[in-house]
């Protein structure tokens, strides 16, 4: 009993002290670098007086760019039930380029519960229609860039359309936004993606604020496009999907008339637009005469922010409310209902100009039976071929979004994307050569793969996801031999 009781004692004085020397002397136990670690990863509370390298100046602006607009976001929230549907609009090919005919409302709420949603948007148009932006948008952001989300499975694709980008002998820098500090890989972050002008950045620092209003939100998914964009330190911003290639120099884009002429450059999914009338009720609008047939597709997007900063804020206002409320009152549950109508909507309705790409999206891709085994969305350049070019008139790609499958080397090997399903033979993903060449003047899927099998098998100790995968660069080379013969 006795002993049992001594040694409490010890325990508590043990305890007392390292508690003490935590505070006082951090150093003698270790503390200083567990705190350094944990203030780069954003794991624990800090001790800032410890941080042995300094916070990420891009943080800090941001941070002080965003946390009024986190308080302002936060005090328009929706304070109704979640939206609901009658049945998902289904998804249909537009007959022609537009104009846009309004969808039928699928979206089942009450007039009170509407008049309450208009009210929350219009309490945020206030604040939005009140802001000199040009302060902001000078003293927070410059130069020209490409952001994207990656971390976990996306790093993969990413790696892949970064050495794609950079093999159409683009300079242009490159921050990658990660969800959070779990999320972030040392051998990527601090070798591989510098050694291409890239850098990992930690979505969650930036929501880090002094406002604990700031920290409510809960971000993920979609979610986390819009806020990368407006976080990103780039003025003239190109997103870019984890899994959409360039296949040319975006600079030339920033360079093009419907750039130099709107700020915003957004491209076509394949279907109808299927938004509901209520959602133009809401933002106490009529709903405008001149919209393009299609829906958005948002795996790219050219955003300038000293003409776009609003749109992006009210973005992040249907992002953040997305899932209850703007997501189904944008798609009404149509197919890839998320972020992609919010950027272009959020320009719509601030009467901002943008321009959305008119030559339709192409596909490629390959049937298994009647499974789609591959499938990728081509975008084109922005400036239609003027007539009577012959041959050479057709639009120039600019991007594959490459979605199903994604260009995950690990994944690739070993979900059976690439072979058949009855034979194993190794198969192309992208339509046959003679077609690729076709529309791409050369076989990309072959240049593609050259990328790929290069990422595999340089980093396949290293991305986390691909470390126990056994013979990662072998198999790719086995792909690429049996399908290219090289
Ligand atoms: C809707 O817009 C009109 C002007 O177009 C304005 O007078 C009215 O106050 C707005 N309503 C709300 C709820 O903001």
Known sequence: MRVTLRRQLILVVV????????????????????????????????????????????????????????TTIQDSA??????NLVYSANIIKPVNDGPREIHQNLVSISDED????????????????????????????????VVTVAGGEYFGPFLAGL????????????????????????????????????????????????NSTATKFKVEHYQLKSLAILFSSFTHTLFLDSDSIPLLDPAVLFSTEAYTSTGFIGWPDFWTATESPIFYSIANMTFPSDLPATSSEAGQLLVDKSRHLK?????????IYGPD?????????????????????????????????????????????????????????????????GK?????????????????AGHLVDEGDLQDTHTAKHLRLWNSKEEAEKMFGEDLERRVWKEVVEVGCAHAKEVREWKDRKRLCERLHEHVKAVFGD
Request: proline content about 8%; some cysteine.
């Open 15 to 70: 305890l007392l002290t390292l508690t003490v020397l935590w505070y006082t002397n951090p150093r003698l136990i270790g503390a200083d670098r567990l705190s350094a670690f944990s203030s780069e990863h954003g794991l624990i509370p800090q001790f800032p007086h410890l941080r042995s390298s300094p916070i990420d100046p891009h943080v800090l602006s941001i941070r002080r760019f965003w946390s009024p607009w986190a």
């Open 78 to 83: 929706p304070q109704v039930d979640p939206v």
């Open 114 to 145: 509407e008049a309450s949603l208009r009210a929350a948007h219009a309490k945020l148009r206030t604040v939005l229609d009140a802001y000199d932006h040009l302060e902001d948008a000078e003293s927070h952001f410059s130069g020209t860039g």
């Open 163 to 210: 050495h794609m980008l950079r093999s159409t002998g683009s300079s242009l820098p490159v921050e990658a936004f990660l969800a959070d500090s779990s999320e972030y890989e040392a051998a990527l972050c601090e070798k591989v993606l510098p050694s291409l002008n890239a850098k990992c950045k930690i979505l969650a620092d930036f929501l880090q604020a002094s």
């Open 311 to 319: 749109t992006l804020l009210l973005a992040a206002y249907y992002n």
């Open 325 to 389: 409320w703007y997501y189904p009152l944008l798609s009404q549950g149509a197919l890839g209902q998320g972020d992609k109508n919010t950027f272009e909507t959020a320009a719509i309705v601030l009467g901002l100009p943008y321009h959305r790409v008119r030559t339709p999206v192409a596909t490629v891709g390959r049937m298994d039976g009647r499974e789609v085994k591959g499938s990728g969305m081509i975008q084109h350049h922005p400036n239609p071929p003027s007539r009577g070019e």
């Open 392 to 408: 050479d008139s057709a639009p120039m790609p600019a991007f594959l979004h490459a979605n199903t499958p994604k260009m995950n």
